[in-house]
């Protein structure tokens, strides 16, 4: 069965530390993968995405995200948290046959401590 | 160039009642998707249309349908309303429909289910 994990339902961090975000998936061969943000009463923003080559990919608001298939894993990292990072988070990931069918994870809640 | 917008935005309804939302993509995305979000289940699929045609669909019952129109403004319905069906409903464009396509999401409609 297709699946997205993000272990972390809330992470805490203080403003100007580091961060990582995982993410593991369950969905046969390399599927395309995708970092959404969402702040609160708003729509979901892409930060980045995956489909192949080079694993380490950037994106938007200083975040990068790191595809290790021998893990199955995309987490999602920044070296230097904002107080305006604070957000819920989510992986996602498709498949070409299914079109655009996304299939999230449970999302991570990030509080920033200033 | 416009984003997606949803309408309407808020909405209270009674048991029993049914529901039309509408989703106007960006302009020139031919790709809709909708997909539900409440805290309990998170971010589900409902389904996706392309060039007017369901291309995709989700694990809901038959009381969810949609449509596309040809200049690609799509409509949900839910019929037969439950209180389960109060949460979010957020639709999303695309260009395409190849699945590493990026998407837009609007702002929702919240659905509120008496």
């Known amino acids: 069965a297709q699946s997205v994990t993000q272990p972390d339902i809330h992470i805490t961090v203080s403003e100007g530390a580091s961060l990582e975000l995982r993410c593991n998936y369950s969905y046969g061969a390399t599927p395309y993968l995708f970092w959404y943000v969402q702040s609160p009463g708003q729509g979901l923003q892409l930060l980045l995405k995956y489909f192949s080559g080079d694993t380490l990919v950037q994106g938007i608001k200083g975040f990068e995200a790191e595809f290790k298939r021998s893990q199955s894993s995309f987490n999602l990292r920044k070296p230097s948290v904002h107080w305006s990072d604070a957000a819920e988070y989510f992986c996602?990931?498709?498949?070409?046959?299914?079109?655009?069918?996304?299939?999230f994870g449970a999302g991570t809640i990030l509080r920033v401590k200033s | 160039k416009a984003g997606v917008t949803q309408t309407p935005r808020y909405l209270i309804k009674t048991r029993g009642q049914q529901v039309t939302l509408s989703c106007s993509p960006i302009s020139g995305h031919r790709s809709v998707s909708w997909y539900q979000q409440t805290p309990g289940q998170g971010l589900q699929f409902l389904f996706e249309y392309f060039s007017e045609t369901q291309r995709n669909k989700g694990n809901f019952p038959g009381r969810f349908s949609g449509r596309q129109f040809s200049n690609s403004r799509s409509e949900m319905n839910v019929s037969t309303l439950e209180l389960g069906d109060s949460a979010l409903y957020l639709c999303?464009?695309?260009?395409?429909?190849?699945?590493?396509?990026?998407?837009?999401f609007g702002p929702g409609t919240r659905l509120l289910v008496l």
């Open positions: 996602a990931v498709a498949r070409m046959e299914y079109g655009n069918k996304l299939v």
């Open positions: 999303a464009s695309s260009l395409g429909a190849q699945g590493q396509e990026t998407q837009y």
